[in-house]
């Protein structure tokens, strides 16, 4: 047989499926030989090392500081090079630091990738099986963004949990006033604007009269003094009013702690951002037209944001500075992290996750996730149902086809890819329009109607204007 026929494939018959073509699974072999399982609580820690490493190859820390120190050394005198350890609660950062400190290379593992076999569970047997999944490569690590990144990631996340503090005093305050009658969120579209707050002090003050409290309506505000002051008709009794001062004292508590928080991601901003990338040219005015919103940062957290990420993430329609925050924080300005931007969207949970077995999809729909970065982009794409833009027109046309949710999904998936096209190229967006996107779709459909035509055996010929 010549050469020729040896490499001859052999012709694929009419009506038989495709062959797949099979990945490359990699023998089971040990690949890390110097690998430590840790099993991680509250009270103790379980480290375990390979049998030849040290006698007893299993033992049992406390999580004091000092105790910590002891595991280091014993793992470094076990000529430990990589530690595997399961996400558990927060208990596992102060060990995953230290471990970091000392040199080694720390693996924290998705609690998915950990689920032991059938049997009796104990401490002793989750680190060895750890141990043992992470000398055969089979764990991967989390991904984690640099120790920068982390500390501003944990300030961004701290003024998260404040600003929904400050939401709750606001449902506490509306709670309050509807149990005295005075249906003010009936005239106000924000209780907590301008209007509503000099009331709401108004009334704590000790003041009564309707429309004494009507006079502090902003000019800005759509209803009349008269319709207003209708509202702030009621029954003020005490124990209302006490608890409407307890939660108004408590919304400006929090106000000045979310200022107090962005004082201290302004000076993180200054640390992280190296001197370098503060040398780029100034950024021009706003593409869009800006809305202040409440709890907007004091200072210019757009220009902040432009030198951390190298080019202007606002002129994407849908995202502002506070979403850009929450995303970058999350996945940090390098996208190299991952491979591609398919592996980029999936670690977000917006990738499709389906599950096919016997040639069939039996299940559709993303993975379920907490991210932090998708829950804001789903956010940020919910704007864009209203938005005369070419992402605002793609969400809409989602919608039509697959419905809200899924269209909303669909649009944060693109928002994604954009974000990760201009951290790589540096590129900034560029808007084309809703009409960009209908002569594209209006393009498919005359393709797709020509390839129909002939394949019956007609040609479609444009009737003349």
């Known amino acids: ?35 430590a399982g840790l099993d991680i609580g509250d009270a103790e820690i379980y480290a375990a090392v390979p049998e030849s490493a040290a006698d007893p190859a299993v033992r049992v820390f406390r999580t004091f500081t000092t105790d ?63 141990q043992q999944l992470h000398t055969y490569g089979l764990l991967l690590p989390s991904f984690r963004p640099p120790e920068e990144i982390c500390a501003l990631r944990a300030l961004v996340r701290q003024r998260g949990r404040l600003t929904q503090s400050c939401s709750t005093e606001i449902q506490h305050m509306q709670k309050a006033l509807q149990q005295m009658n005075l249906k003010l969120t009936s005239v106000l579209s924000d209780v907590a604007g301008v209007t509503g707050l000099h009331i709401i002090r108004a009334i704590v003050a000790g003041e009564r009269d309707p429309h004494k409290l009507a006079a502090y309506r902003d000019r800005r505000c759509e209803k009349s003094e008269g319709e207003i002051a209708a509202a702030l008709t009621g029954h003020y009794k005490a124990e209302h009013v006490f608890a409407l001062r307890q939660a108004l004292a408590g919304y400006d ?14 000076q993180t901003y200054q640390a992280v951002t190296p001197a370098a990338q503060r040398t780029a040219p100034a950024l ?27 080019v202007d993430l606002t002129t994407v329609n849908g995202l ?15 996208p190299t992290r991952w491979p591609t931007v398919k592996h980029f969207t999936s670690w977000l949970g917006l990738s499709p996750d389906n599950q096919k077995t016997g040639g069939k999809i039996i299940k559709r729909g993303t993975k379920p ?48 890819r954009i974000i990760y096209a201009m951290l790589k190229t540096k590129t900034p967006y560029k808007d084309p329009g809703a009409d960009h996107l209908e002569a594209q779709v209006q393009q498919r459909k005359v393709k797709q109607l020509q390839h129909q035509a002939k394949a019956l055996g007609y ?3 444009p009737v003349a204007a």
């Open 1 to 35: 047989m010549s050469q020729t026929q040896q490499r001859r494939q052999p012709r694929q018959s009419k009506g038989q499926p495709a062959q797949p073509k099979p990945p490359k699974l990699d023998a089971l072999a040990q690949i890390n030989h110097h690998a």
């Open 68 to 130: 910590l120190e002891t595991l280091a050394d014993w793992l470094a005198t076990c000529h430990v090079d990589t530690v595997a350890m399961e996400s558990t609660g927060v208990y596992w950062i102060p060990i995953y630091e230290l471990l970091e400190e000392r040199g080694f290379q720390v693996y924290l593992v998705n609690a998915r990738q950990l689920k032991n076999v059938s049997g009796k569970k104990t401490d002793i047997l989750d680190c060895q099986w750890i």
């Open 253 to 266: 508590f929090f106000c000045s702690q979310v200022q107090a928080c962005d004082a201290e991601i302004a």
């Open 284 to 310: 021009g005015p706003r593409v869009r037209r800006h809305i202040p919103q409440r709890h907007e940062p004091a200072f210019d957290l757009r220009t902040e944001l432009y030198h951390l990420a190298g």
């Open 320 to 334: 502002d500075v506070l979403t850009i925050q929450s995303v970058l924080t999350e996945t940090g300005v390098d």
């Open 369 to 416: 996730s907490a991210n932090r970065a998708a829950a804001a982009l789903r956010v940020a794409a919910r704007s864009l149902l209203h938005s005369d833009s070419a992402l605002g027109a793609y969400c809409r046309r989602m919608r039509t086809k697959l419905g809200t949710a899924a269209a909303i999904t669909a649009t944060a998936h693109k928002l994604a």
């Open 459 to 461: 040609e479609l010929t």
